[in-house]
């Protein structure tokens, strides 16, 4: 690959990382002193002075998107992880743009929370032996639901919620999340959120088929086996009555529906809805547990964490099952790996692991992640959205991905990598404890 700008490193694995710009000072103001992940400030109008700075440093690459951030709607949270003797981390937080009554479509970055409450709700069943590797079938028992009663991407053909979770990780699979949207059930997904302090987050449908809002409300009976095939529990089809909290969340100027435009907004209103702060908490929590209160997290054990975290940071061209190595055209080594490498399809470095969780659906392009590189010892977590829809119409298939997207989110994950390439680290991480032995 060649680099046009003189000023780009070129490292071992054929990736050009950007070091030219100079570091950027802190400001006093954006230091926060209790690294426990604060409520965060909406900046709309007044950009966060350290990431507008370094942003600014770069205008090949961002001189027009901050032109336009209200827009498109570019927000961007970047928090720095420092280390002392012991190798004790504290977070510093940066954000950009922010805005929690700044409606996205998530997409598929809901996937996350999904994942982690549904090891949460095996952990509160393992009084009946069941675990993710449990086999569990899916039955119906409303209109728009469907059957699973085998998987063929598993090595014995049994469905289970650790097959679905490897799919949602690796490739982003969305009748995997529909699954465990299913298994959890609609009141148990939100109430859950909820309590957590996620008290914005509604999570009301599942992904890609199109049902009712009633047919949503009902999730499909599921059983759980064991190797024996004897049953180890089984959970009735369940409806959620409860209501939330109404919204007026809308998007676009235009949209297609049953092939005529209709001149008006999108409503998303009984859409999903999670913002970029709350899955950065997320993310945060799960790497480092310690930096969220404990009523905040999520009840999974350190094998379930670790499990999470492997397949987070593991390529589909890494996996045997589900056999996604087999068809590398598809899926390629950055295929769910928008930061850093945006649509690039060669091979990656290897001293680079991001763990991370992507979301792509109606111009809506976003991507939560932590950053790891094992060999230059550097950790930082980045999350970012950007909407690509310049026409401003939803269904028409044509946004702005390829042009503003994939560019914006690959230059912003490698000019954040640049800098904390340069900045002073007192210590430096140990991250051996993330090296994990891939499929």
């Keep these: 690959m060649v680099c046009k700008n003189n000023a780009i490193l070129h490292l071992t694995a054929g990736i050009c990382f950007f070091l030219s710009c100079s570091a950027v000072k802190h400001n006093k103001q954006m230091e926060n002193k209790n690294d426990k992940f604060p409520v ?3 900046t709309t109008q007044y950009p966060d002075p350290f990431l507008d700075s370094l942003l600014k440093s770069y205008p090949q690459y961002f001189s027009e998107l901050l032109k336009n951030r209200e827009a498109l709607n570019v927000q961007i949270l970047y928090t720095q992880v420092n280390r002392d003797l012991n190798g004790n981390a504290s977070l510093q937080h940066h954000r950009y743009n922010t805005n929690t009554n700044q409606y996205f479509y998530p997409a598929s970055t809901v996937k996350l929370p999904i994942v982690l409450l549904a090891l949460q709700k095996l952990n509160e069943l393992k009084d009946l032996k069941i675990d993710r590797n449990s086999t569990m079938l899916t039955e119906t028992a409303f209109s728009g639901q469907t059957p699973v009663y085998n998987d063929p991407t598993t090595k014995d053909g049994k469905p289970t919620v ?24 609609q009141d148990y997904i939100n ?21 009712s809002e ?9 059983t759980f086996y064991d190797p024996g095939s004897r049953v180890l529990y089984h959970q009735p089809a369940q409806r959620n009555a409860a209501t939330y909290a109404v919204r007026n969340d809308s998007i676009g100027k235009g949209y297609y529906r049953n092939g005529k435009l209709v001149q008006a907004p999108m409503d998303f209103s009984k859409k999903n809805r999670i913002g970029l702060e ?34 987070m940071s593991m390529y589909p061209t890494e996996s045997t099952f589900p ?45 939560v992640a932590y950053v790891a590189d094992f060999k230059n010892k550097v950790e930082f977590f980045v999350s970012a959205v950007i909407y690509c829809n310049s026409d401003g119409i939803l269904n028409d298939d044509t946004y702005d991905y390829d042009s503003i997207g994939f560019p914006f989110m690959k230059n912003l994950g490698r000019v954040i990598y640049d800098h ?4 002073n680290h007192k210590n430096r991480p140990d991250l051996s404890t993330l090296l994990f032995t891939y499929d």
Aim: contains cysteine; charged residues 30%.
């Design 214 to 222: 009633e047919e949503n409300r009902n999730t499909n009976p599921v």
């Design 278 to 311: 709350d899955l950065h908490k997320i993310l945060i929590g799960l790497v480092f547990p310690d930096k969220v209160p404990a009523n905040e997290r999520f009840n999974i054990t350190e094998d379930d964490r670790q499990f999470v975290l492997k397949y």
């Design 420 to 423: 904390e390439r340069i900045r």
């Design 40 to 42: 965060m400030e909406i």
């Design 162 to 185: 650790a097959n679905y979770i490897k799919k949602i990780l690796l490739v982003s699979d969305n009748d995997a999340y529909n699954r465990l949207y299913e298994f959890l059930g």
């Design 323 to 367: 056999p996604y190595a087999a068809d590398t055209i598809q899926y390629w080594p950055a295929y769910c790996k928008f930061l850093l490498f945006g649509k690039e399809k060669g091979k990656l470095p290897g001293n680079i692991r991001v763990f991370n969780k992507v979301g792509n659906a109606y111009g809506h392009l976003t991507d």
């Design 191 to 211: 109430n859950e959120m909820h309590k957590k302090g996620y008290k914005d987050v509604q999570i009301l449908h599942r992904l890609e088929i199109f049902l």
